[in-house]
C-alpha cells in the first residue's frame, strides 16, 4: 500500500504550503499509469489527514488519461494500460502524460 | 509506518548488524508537528483524543474523487472566513526524490554502485547476494542494505557471508524510500568504490515508486513465479535497467517457458538487459558478474567528467 506513504506526503505538503491556516481543499492530478489508485488515495486520505491542518479539506483528485505519440508515425494515440500499442502496430513511442502524480493546489482559510 | 494512521513516524528502525547500534527512522517526518503527536500514549489519536462533536468516524473514499477528511455533519463553519488558493505544483514525491538526488549523487562522488534489488517475495534475493558475497568480495569491497518488515533474517545471513550490513525493518511499510537509505547508508559507510546493494522489501508493486538515489532497479523474476508476471506487474518491469531470471536450475522440473516469460519482460521493457542465473548452482553467475563489472567501469568514467 504505497498509497499511504504518497497520502502523508499529500498532507505534509499541504499543511507546509498552509502556513498555519485551516486547509479546505487539496486538488491533487493523477495520472492512469502513475501506479497509484485513487481510490487507495482517497480511501487512506482521512485518517492521514486528522489531527493535522488538513483535516476538514476535501480532496479533489483529477485523473489524467495517458496518452502517447508515435514515434514510427507520429499520431497521438491513448495508452490505457503499459503494454499499449500504437494502432499502427510499433512500441515505439513517447508517453506525452498519464504519469503525473502532482499536488496542484490549496485552497486555505483566511480569516475574514 | 505507524500503524494507526499510516505516516511513517513510527516502526522503522535501522540496525547495524556489525555493532548492534539501533535506531528509529522518522521516514516521513510527522504531519508538520500539528497537534498529531505520537508520544508514549501509544498512537491514541486514532481512538479519540481529537475528536470533536460533530465528528465522526465515517465510510471514506467510495467517491473516486473526492474524500472528506472528516465529515462535519451538516455544521457549517467556514461561513465566516474567506477562501484563498495556493499554487504548488509539485510532485508529491518531491521530497523522497530530492533525498534520492542528494544520495546518487554522494555515492556517485564515491565512485560506488548501488543497485536496488527488487522481487516478490521468496525470488532469491538472499540467496542470490550470498553467492555474489561468496564470489566477489575479493574483488572488490561489497555492502549491503537489507530492507524488510519484521526480523533481521535477512541480514544475519548476509553478515555470515561476509558483507557488512545495516538491517532496515519497516514495520508496516511495503517498500523502502530514500530517507531510509540516506539513514542507512551514514551508518553502513559503504567505501570508495564499492559495490552496494540495496535489498528492498519484497514486494513487485511499491518499490517501483521511489527512487532511492540507486545506479540501477535490478528485479529477480524467478522460474517458480508466473511467465506473466511482468505483465501483471508492469510498473516494477518497466523501472528496472535489469532483470534477473533466476532458478533456471529448476526449469527441468517445470512447466515454464522462457522464451515466453523473455517475450513478456520485453514487451513491458523493450530496452532491459535479461541475464539468467541459478543463485543456488552458480550457473550464468559470470553474466552478472560481467554487468556490474560493466556498471562500475560506467560509475568510475562518470566520476572523471
Redesign the interface.
Same mark, same amino acid.
Given at each position: 500500500m504505497h498509497e499511504l506513504s504518497i497520502v502523508c506526503s499529500i498532507v505534509e505538503l499541504a499543511s507546509q504550503a498552509a502556513e498555519g491556516r485551516s486547509v479546505r481543499r487539496v486538488t491533487i492530478e493523477i495520472g492512469t499509469l502513475s501506479g497509484v489508485e485513487p481510490e487507495a488515495v482517497a480511501f487512506c486520505f482521512p485518517e492521514v489527514a486528522r489531527g493535522t491542518p488538513v483535516e476538514d479539506a476535501t480532496l479533489d483528485i483529477r485523473e489524467i488519461d495517458a496518452k502517447a505519440r508515435c514515434e514510427v508515425c507520429g499520431a497521438e494515440f491513448p495508452t490505457p494500460d503499459m503494454l499499449s500499442a500504437c494502432p499502427c502496430g510499433s512500441r515505439q513511442f513517447q508517453r506525452l502524460r498519464g504519469e503525473e502524480l502532482n499536488i496542484k493546489s490549496i485552497e486555505v482559510e483566511e480569516a475574514a | 509506518?505507524c500503524t494507526?494512521?499510516?505516516?511513517?513516524g513510527q516502526g522503522t528502525t535501522m540496525t547495524n548488524l556489525q555493532t548492534g547500534a539501533r535506531a528509529e527512522i522518522a521516514a516521513?517526518?510527522e504531519?508538520?508537528g500539528?497537534?498529531?503527536s505520537h508520544g508514549s500514549h501509544g498512537h491514541g489519536?486514532?481512538h479519540g483524543e481529537?475528536h470533536h462533536a460533530d465528528d465522526e468516524h465515517?465510510a471514506?473514499?467510495?467517491? %473516486? +474523487? =473526492?474524500?472528506?477528511?472528516?465529515d462535519?455533519g451538516g455544521h457549517d463553519h467556514?461561513h465566516? %472566513? +474567506? =477562501?484563498?488558493?495556493?499554487?504548488?505544483?509539485?510532485?508529491?514525491?518531491?521530497?523522497?526524490d530530492a533525498i534520492a538526488a542528494k544520495c546518487r549523487a554522494w555515492l556517485a562522488g564515491r565512485e560506488i554502485v548501488a543497485l536496488n534489488l527488487v522481487s516478490s517475495p521468496g525470488a532469491g534475493k538472499t540467496t542470490l547476494l550470498e553467492r555474489v558475497i561468496a564470489d566477489l568480495s575479493g574483488e572488490l569491497p561489497l555492502f549491503v542494505i537489507e530492507g524488510d518488515q519484521a526480523t533481521s533474517n535477512d541480514g544475519e545471513r548476509i553478515r555470515a557471508a561476509g558483507a557488512p550490513v545495516v538491517q532496515v525493518n519497516t514495520g508496516t511499510?511495503?517498500?523502502l524510500?530514500a530517507e531510509m537509505i540516506a539513514r542507512a547508508l551514514s551508518e553502513l559507510k559503504p567505501s570508495v568504490g564499492s559495490l552496494l546493494f540495496i535489498e528492498n522489501v519484497g514486494n513487485l508493486?511499491?518499490p517501483?515508486?521511489?527512487d532511492l538515489g540507486e545506479h540501477a532497479k535490478a528485479v529477480i523474476f524467478s522460474t517458480t513465479e508466473g511467465e506473466d508476471k511482468p505483465?501483471k506487474y508492469?510498473?516494477m518491469f518497466?523501472a528496472a535497467k535489469l532483470v534477473i531470471f533466476n532458478k533456471i536450475d529448476l526449469l527441468p522440473h517445470l512447466d515454464f517457458s522462457v522464451e515466453r516469460a523473455r517475450e513478456n519482460i520485453l514487451?513491458?521493457n523493450?530496452d532491459v538487459e535479461i541475464v539468467e542465473v541459478s543463485a543456488k548452482t552458480g550457473a550464468g553467475m559470470q553474466t552478472l558478474y560481467d554487468w556490474i563489472r560493466a556498471q562500475r567501469t560506467a560509475v568510475k568514467e562518470q566520476a572523471l567528467v
Open positions: - | 509506518m494507526s494512521c499510516g505516516c511513517q516521513l517526518p504531519h508538520d500539528v497537534a498529531h489519536h486514532f481529537h465515517h471514506h473514499g467510495h467517491d %473516486h +474523487s =473526492h474524500a472528506h477528511a472528516r462535519r467556514a465566516e %472566513h +474567506s =477562501h484563498h488558493r495556493v499554487d504548488l505544483e509539485t510532485r508529491i514525491l518531491a521530497k523522497n511499510g511495503c517498500h524510500d508493486v511499491c517501483a515508486l521511489f505483465l508492469p510498473h518497466s514487451r513491458v523493450p
